[in-house]
């Protein structure tokens, strides 16, 4: 699994974006600490130990560096960055009932967004399975060489 790398100075706006999702119910917003427990688990249980703790490691940047979306004050999705490397986003993911509905692209943008916000001229998509999801959303490539990355010798 690849990294790939995104042009953080030609981001597309995301605005409209997130104004339809919340017009469908759906708000995409920063995760706050009072959640952190909630959060983490619904990471762990739905897409296991490995995110839940990259999540975890989110939590302990300022600003805090995770957003979720919602639904009906339920989580539905989520995305971080600067969590296991500076400079690297993800992981990301949604819900599969709410899948398809521009939730992953809102989380991702949002994210992306911050990154430019704070000072990266790039970001890194930390190794990726989902290449075709990236190169659609934010025009991402990937990055030669980058497989296996920073994931070698890992824990299983
Ligand atoms: C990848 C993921 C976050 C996308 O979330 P989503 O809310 O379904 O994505 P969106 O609705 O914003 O999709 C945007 C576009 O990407 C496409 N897309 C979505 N997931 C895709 C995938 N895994 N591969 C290729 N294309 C994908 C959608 O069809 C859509 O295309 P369209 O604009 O032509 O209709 C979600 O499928 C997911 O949680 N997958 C499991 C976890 C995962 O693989 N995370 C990424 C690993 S780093």
């Given at each position: 699994m690849p990294d790939l790398l995104v042009k953080l100075y030609e981001l597309p706006d995301d605005r409209w974006r997130l104004e339809q999702l919340r017009n469908d119910g759906i708000t995409v917003r920063n995760a706050m600490a009072y959640e952190k427990l909630q959060i983490i688990e619904w990471i762990r249980e739905n897409f296991g130990k490995a995110w839940a703790g990259e999540c975890d490691t989110a939590f302990s940047n300022r600003p805090i560096s995770c957003f979720i979306a919602t639904k009906n004050a339920g989580l539905v999705g989520f995305a971080c960055y600067?969590?296991?490397?500076?400079?690297f986003f993800g992981p990301v993911g949604v819900a599969e009932s709410d899948r398809n509905k521009g939730i992953g692209t809102a989380l991702l943008l949002r994210c992306l967004h911050l990154m430019a916000a704070v000072g990266y001229a790039y970001a890194v998509i930390g190794g990726t399975d989902s290449v075709e999801f990236y190169e659609k959303t934010v025009n991402a490539f990937e990055i030669p060489g980058s497989s296996p990355g920073i994931y070698r010798d890992r824990l299983y």
């Open positions: 600067d969590s296991t490397m500076k400079n």
